[in-house]
């Protein structure tokens, strides 16, 4: 049974920075898609940034040139550096995986920012 756990969530200053890391347990092959959502409170889920197989990111305007994602493919482990964080950043971030016929959910992470 495949699950994804994450870690490196937590409280910090506006401006500070967190790094986030989500790791799949179980045998899990062929991981297209590797990706970080958010939901605020009275909010939808959103797509916050991608990354594929071969290392193509995308992300959402609102974090493009603060947030970094990354993949180690040996390790079935994504990342998300966040730094200039502010307080529209606070939100529960998932991770999910993505293999073609089966999307894989992480069971999220608080991320909270202060002003």
């Known amino acids: 049974q495949v699950q994804l756990v994450e870690s490196g969530g937590g409280l910090v200053q506006a401006g500070g920075s967190l790094r986030l890391s989500c790791a799949a347990s179980?045998?899990?092959?062929?991981?297209?898609?590797m990706g970080w959502y958010r939901q605020a409170p009275g909010k939808q889920r959103e797509s916050v940034a991608l990354?594929?197989?071969?290392?193509?990111?995308n992300y959402a305007e609102s974090v493009k040139g603060r947030f970094t994602i990354s993949r180690d493919n040996a390790k079935n482990t994504v990342y998300l550096q966040m730094i200039s964080l502010q307080p529209e950043d606070t939100a529960v971030y998932y991770c999910?995986?993505?293999?073609?016929?089966?999307?894989?959910w992480g069971q999220g992470t608080q991320v909270t920012v202060s002003s």
């Open positions: 179980g045998s899990i092959f062929r991981i297209n898609i």
């Open positions: 999910k995986f993505s293999t073609g016929p089966v999307d894989y």
């Open positions: 990354i594929t197989s071969g290392g193509t990111t």
